[in-house]
């Protein structure tokens, strides 16, 4: 069976400032790692993920996420955020990606603020 | 631009009453899943499907849930008789083995009073 921890379920943060999105898992098998966004009233759209090879994984709107086996994590980070970035980020796993169920975090909700 | 679609986007009924809602999945995917978002759990897997059979089905009360895929473009979730602890947002993804990610329709918001 597999889990997904996000430690914090919301971040407010400055304009312009940094941010990391906690996000730890449980899993006997091995993973794929994802990130989701969820903008108000909307579904979810993926951010980025995590299948094999580097560890360091990017978006193209500057999310980063580092995939770390020893402490079981997957954090999301972006070094200055926008308001446009407000939203619900959601961490998830699955044992394979488009054809095995996504085990999902309660998710973090994090606040720009101007 | 491929999409997953859902009807109804908002729904709203009374304690008892039958709700119907479908999904249809991007065309080629042959895996469907059905997810329910509430404030209290989270994002939960209800069921999901692979070329149209049911694979896991253990996320729903199957006492008034039921979920099927008529056919490779649609996919149904039922609940019957409705009540107001089933309002959630629902949503519909659906993926293959070629692609490592899926891809979530807007959802339905379900409100039961």
């Known amino acids: 069976a597999q889990s997904v921890t996000q430690l914090d379920s919301q971040v407010p943060v400055f304009e312009e400032a940094p941010v990391e999105l906690r996000c730890n898992y449980s899993?006997?098998?091995?993973?794929?790692l994802f990130w989701y966004v969820q903008y108000p009233n909307q579904g979810l759209q993926l951010l980025l993920k995590?299948?094999?090879?580097?560890?360091l994984v990017e978006s193209i709107n500057g999310f980063e996420a580092e995939f770390n086996k020893s402490q079981t994590s997957f954090h999301l980070r972006k070094p200055s955020v926008h308001i446009s970035d407000t939203a619900e980020y959601f961490c998830?796993?699955?044992?394979?990606?488009?054809?095995?169920?996504?085990?999902f975090g309660k998710g973090t909700r994090l606040s720009v603020i101007a | 631009d491929a999409r997953v679609t859902q009807t109804p986007r908002h729904k709203v009924t009374e304690m008892g009453q039958e709700v119907t809602m479908r999904c249809q999945p991007i065309?080629?995917?042959?895996?469907v899943f059905w997810y329910r978002q509430t404030m209290m759990q989270g994002l939960e897997l209800l069921a999901y499907?692979?070329?149209?059979?049911?694979?896991?089905d253990s996320g729903m009360p199957k006492d008034r849930f039921s979920a099927e895929m008529p056919d490779a473009t649609l996919a149904t979730l039922k609940i019957q008789p409705s009540e107001p602890r089933d309002s959630a947002v629902y949503f519909c993804?659906?993926?293959?083995?070629?692609?490592?990610?899926?891809?979530f329709g807007p959802g339905t918001r379900l409100t039961v009073l």
């Open positions: 499907f692979r070329n149209r059979a049911p694979l896991d």
């Open positions: 065309l080629g995917h042959n895996t």
């Open positions: 998830a796993v699955s044992e394979r990606g488009g054809n095995t169920p996504l085990v």
């Open positions: 995590y299948l094999s090879g580097s560890t």
């Open positions: 899993s006997s098998v091995s993973v794929y």
């Open positions: 993804a659906s993926g293959s083995p070629e692609r490592d990610e899926q891809f």
